[in-house]
């Protein structure tokens, strides 16, 4: 029985959408976590950051917007990378995950102060060119901005993992992920790692504050936190120890979310946090070390 | 006494007595200034609830608060006075909906409901630790929270259920409190205790020397959802109102937050860190209005929660073993005591 | 010793929170020797590898290498500064390519010429030559330790340091190491090895230290490989 008798092609399309969007941010999380072990929850604050910089620049010109949005979320990338990560390293990951949580919120709260100045929560961001507008693709009806997100995450994800396969830094970073004092030894400078994947990350939280705006225009502190929050947890179902099994839990759990959203009838779509939770649960009960992980794999946690 | 017996009553009368001191400051505090002092009580005790599980068993859960929020809603649907109940909570189940029960009844109950749903959920989840436990415990988090918000059959949904009887005054939130600790020590001071300690220091060596690792967490994790159902039931009588986004995202940070900055090891911890961040908290709540510190101190709307994150952020990076190291309260040694 | 001192340790101590793992350490190794470093388990062979390499501090003494200070420095500083180790269990990257591994040891080189390295030490070990594009997960315990030495070689270090390179390989798998070993003197390569054989070491080495529960107990040459009763009481007092 194929899928398309459940949902139509409608709902798969927008869930490929959805889930392109979440395998960005996995990415972006299981880079960093593969060199530090640590779980950035601050991560949607990041994508926030570049959301309300589109926001208060709306009226910019757009190259201009877009260049203000990478450089903000670049330097709190920077910032969030010495403040935080390099003191958090030797730390127990109770503590990591805490902290981080502890980030998160801080983040948000700045903003909130930042964008009350107004008298208003949330600020809205201009659209880029015609992204908002549907097209029909194929007899579906598609918003233009789902399909540049398809591209965009493909192209992505194909050079990073071109970066990672073929060059000598990308080598040193996944030995770097596997084994990190062995790295060492062998020369691996470790700062030029560390900050190469936190820059990388940023670069990616960049491109879905852009996506994201477009898709939905108003920007407020809350903004992400949601995606990070569903991303999280599906980077962990996929297996968060390896960056291609961590960015197909992200991808999944968007896709699932987006079928299932789409096969729950109507009056039922209320309850699709506890569907999608409910299968997160069970997946993680019956492979803890992820969806996508080898059975017997050791996993490299030091939780 | 010997001096084991006397360091162990110590360890529990030096935070049941603070507890004690701000339930008294609450009694002779004005109105306006007595939502602090039972803010902060019955902090500790949602804290030192969380404590009984991810402090003894070093497997850190985002769940509890969820035990605390069926606990409140159990807890306050069936104290709203029934004839009311009909009117603003039409879609309740008959059960729920003709019955009220009465305070003391209610915190039991919501002890009962949280222990329970502990224990349901705790069963298949034990096995897992580390990240795994985490994600699991938060969708659990998730799921609660969007049960409780959707299903209108079993409380107000996203509406805010009000009328509840506003019974916890300060002698109640103190000896509810109380009773959160002297049960958390007794269980952290009995064998179950000890043995699940064991697994939070070598989890081989504790199951090579035959302790099941699996049940010992959830003996904890049920007693912890318990107590925290508990907690829930003070909390929501000391507000007389409650909704769903009061017991979610933000009440499982701050509450994970104190315990971690008061020490996520020790009972001592929970309480300390606790009483600390709501005592930041309520300052700051207050300045945001405006106080008076010999001058006035005026800080723009959400600054407390700035403050307070940047404060445990601080705190986590500089002293991760929190403001008690982890440990309990310990007798000042004398010189000439043995070892 | 007429040739120059190439790497001198000058008191070092090593500790463990307020336990000393070494103490008081001096020796040194020069140009073109091979040097062994043997003695019963937790006499802190191990630790002192750890320590020149910088992943463990050192609380007093100097490590020099040509004279140049190594303490305090990253792992990696040290390994660009000159200095390989091939870790006790070999600790290779089992998910990558043998050769991805090799090059992984180019982190540390000084100078280009990638293909060059790899060319000398395919000549070295010619196994790894033919399992150049297979997973190093999949090879023996011997294949590997090779991999671990060739990898290390890869950044023509000055000093080359082995710890405990024998654990855990058959006695005919031994002999290649020694081989191997003997090869890479040949080649002018300066080595410290750190080994549990105790006998064979010292046959082998030009020189060989002694060290027991921390501390330098005598220093053997190649003719007291025969004399067992200075070996047992080196190891024993």
């Known amino acids: ?303 | 006494m010997n001096p084991r017996a006397l360091e162990s009553l110590v360890q529990l009368l030096v935070p049941a007595g603070l507890v004690v001191a701000v339930g008294l400051a609450a009694s002779f505090a004005s109105r306006s200034n007595e939502i602090h002092f039972l803010n902060a009580i019955v902090a500790v005790a949602v804290v030192v609830a969380i404590y009984v599980f991810v402090g003894n068993s070093g497997v850190l859960s985002f769940g509890q608060i969820s035990f605390v929020a069926v606990g409140a809603f159990a807890a306050g649907v069936l104290t709203v006075p029934t004839a009311l109940k009909s009117s603003v909570l039409p879609n309740l189940f008959p059960v729920l909906r003709d019955h009220t029960i009465g305070n003391v009844a209610s915190l039991l109950l919501a002890a009962a409901v949280g222990g329970l749903l502990a224990l349901l959920v705790g069963l298949p989840l034990m096995r897992l630790s580390g990240l795994a436990a985490g994600i699991a415990t938060f969708a659990v988090l998730e799921i609660t929270h969007n049960l409780l918000r959707e299903w209108t059959r079993i409380g107000p949904g996203a509406t805010t259920l009000s009328l509840v009887p506003e019974t916890t005054e300060p002698l109640q939130a103190t000896v509810g409190t109380l009773v959160v600790l002297v049960v958390a020590f007794a269980y952290g001071r009995s064998r179950l205790g000890r043995m699940l300690r064991a697994t939070r220091e070598d989890p081989a060596a504790a199951q090579a020397a035959g302790i099941d690792v699996h049940r010992q967490r959830l003996w904890a994790f049920t007693l912890s959802g318990a107590l925290a159902g508990f907690s829930g039931g003070l909390l929501v009588h000391m507000l007389g109102s409650i909704t769903t986004e009061q017991v979610y995202l933000e009440l499982t940070f701050v509450t994970l937050a104190m315990l971690v900055v008061g020490g996520l090891t020790s009972l001592w911890g929970a309480v300390v860190g606790a009483l600390a961040v709501s005592a930041v908290d309520s300052f700051l709540g207050e300045a945001e209005q405006g106080v008076d510190v010999g001058f006035t101190l005026d800080v723009p709307t959400g600054t407390r929660l700035v403050v307070v994150a940047g404060l445990m952020a601080l705190v986590l990076i500089l002293r991760p073993s929190g403001l008690t190291g982890g440990r309990e309260v310990r007798l000042p040694r004398r010189r000439e005591a043995a070892a | 010793m007429s040739a120059p001192a190439l790497l001198e340790l000058d008191g070092v101590d090593v500790r463990y929170g307020r336990v000393a793992a070494v103490r008081r350490l001096t020796l040194s190794v020069s140009e073109g020797e091979l040097v062994g470093l043997i003695g019963p388990n937790g006499a802190g062979k191990s630790t002192t590898l750890h320590a020149i390499v910088g992943l463990l501090p050192t609380s007093a003494g100097e490590i020099r290498l040509r004279g140049e200070s190594l303490r305090g420095r990253s792992p990696e500083s040290v390994a660009r500064a000159g200095v390989a180790l091939v870790p006790e269990g070999r600790r290779i990257f089992g998910g990558f390519s043998v050769e991805e591994n090799l090059r992984l040891g180019l982190a540390a080189a000084r100078r280009n010429g990638a293909a060059t390295r790899l060319g000398e030490v395919y000549e070295l070990f010619p196994t790894l030559a033919e399992f150049r594009a297979r997973q190093a997960g999949a090879l023996s315990g011997g294949q590997q330790q090779q991999l671990a030495i060739g990898r290390a070689l890869m950044a023509d270090p000055a000093l080359l340091l082995l710890d405990e390179p024998s654990l855990g390989l058959a006695p005919a798998l031994v002999d290649v190491v020694f081989e191997t070993l003997a090869a890479i003197r040949e080649r002018g390569v300066t080595v410290l090895l750190v080994e549990q054989r105790a006998q064979r070491t010292v046959s082998f080495a030009d020189r060989t230290y002694v060290l027991a529960n921390g501390e330098l107990r005598l220093t053997l040459t190649q003719a007291d490989a025969a004399d067992t009763d200075t070996m047992i009481s080196a190891y024993l007092a």
């Open chain 1, 1 to 303: 029985m194929s899928l398309l008798a459940v949902v139509d092609a409608q709902t798969l399309v927008d869930a490929v959408g959805l889930g392109a969007v979440y395998a960005l941010m996995a990415v972006g999380i299981g880079l960093v976590f593969g060199v530090l072990r640590l779980v950035n929850f601050a991560y949607g604050q990041l994508v926030m950051a570049g959301a309300y910089t589109l926001a208060f620049t709306s009226s910019w010109p757009l190259g201009a917007r877009l260049l203000a949005c990478f450089v903000v979320v670049l330097a709190l990338t920077r910032a969030l990378e010495w403040a935080v990560f390099r003191p958090l390293r030797t730390a127990s990951p109770a503590v990591m995950l805490v902290t981080t949580f502890a980030v998160a919120f801080l983040l948000q709260s700045i903003a909130r102060i930042l964008d009350v100045r107004d008298g208003t929560i949330g600020e809205a961001a201009a659209s880029i060119g015609g992204l908002r507008q549907v097209v029909s693709v194929g007899g579906v009806d598609v918003r233009r901005v789902t399909l540049v997100a398809i591209a965009v995450a493909a192209v992505a994800l194909g050079l990073l993992a071109l970066l990672l396969a073929r060059t000598t830094l990308g080598l040193h970073m996944r030995a770097a992920a596997a084994d990190f004092q062995t790295a060492r030894l062998l020369g691996v400078r470790a700062n030029v790692v560390i900050t190469f994947a936190v820059f990388l990350s940023g670069v990616l939280a960049a491109i879905v504050a852009i996506i994201l705006t477009i898709q939905a225009p108003l920007v407020t502190p809350g903004f992400a936190l949601q995606e990070t929050i569903v991303v999280l947890v599906g980077v962990v179902v996929g297996g968060i120890d390896r960056l291609w099994t961590a960015t197909l839990g992200g991808f999944s759990i968007g896709f699932a979310t987006g079928v299932i959203n789409g096969a729950l009838p109507t009056e039922h779509t209320v309850f699709l946090p506890s569907a999608v939770f409910a299968l997160v649960v069970l997946v993680l009960i019956l492979r803890p070390a992820g969806l996508f992980a080898r059975p017997r794999a050791a996993v490299v946690e030091r939780v």
